[in-house]
């Protein structure tokens, strides 16, 4: 079966840290742009951050850049998204995705409506 499974969400004060999974079955990642994307309740869905190892390119929203880092380890087939110094306003819904033909910065588009995959998603908290 080809999928993403997103997991590593949870609850979170203000401060704190977590690093979120998302691990590929049925398909290879390193020839795909990866990233993760957010949706927080009335918001607009976010590109948070991106990454493509065929043009070593990454891509960070401003709202993230010095506290989240993406990063791969190809041989657990998986993408990680290490938040740390998170604030309330991230709290949302993370989800993985993946493109075998996306560019970082249209994967991480809020107009890109298309992926090849998707996580199911992982809720993240920040409350105190």
């Known amino acids: 079966q080809l999928q993403l499974v997103d997991s590593g969400g949870g609850l979170v004060q203000p401060g704190g840290s977590l690093r979120l999974s998302c691990t590929a079955s049925?398909?290879?990642?390193?020839?795909?742009?990866v990233g993760w994307l957010r949706q927080a309740p009335g918001k607009e869905r976010e590109g948070v951050s991106c990454?493509?190892?065929?043009?070593?390119?990454?891509y960070y929203a401003d709202s993230v850049k010095g506290r989240f880092t993406i990063s791969r380890d190809n041989a657990k087939n998986t993408v990680y998204l290490q938040m740390n110094n998170l604030k309330p306003e991230d709290t949302a819904v993370y989800y993985c995705?993946?493109?075998?033909?996306?560019?970082?910065?249209?994967?991480?588009?809020?107009?890109?409506?298309?992926?090849?995959?998707w996580g199911q998603g992982a809720q993240v908290t920040v409350s105190s």
């Open positions: 995705v993946a493109d075998g033909t996306a560019t970082v910065r249209q994967l991480c588009s809020r107009d890109r409506l298309v992926y090849d995959y």
């Open positions: 049925g398909f290879t990642l390193d020839y795909y742009a």
């Open positions: 990454d493509s190892e065929s043009d070593g390119t990454t």
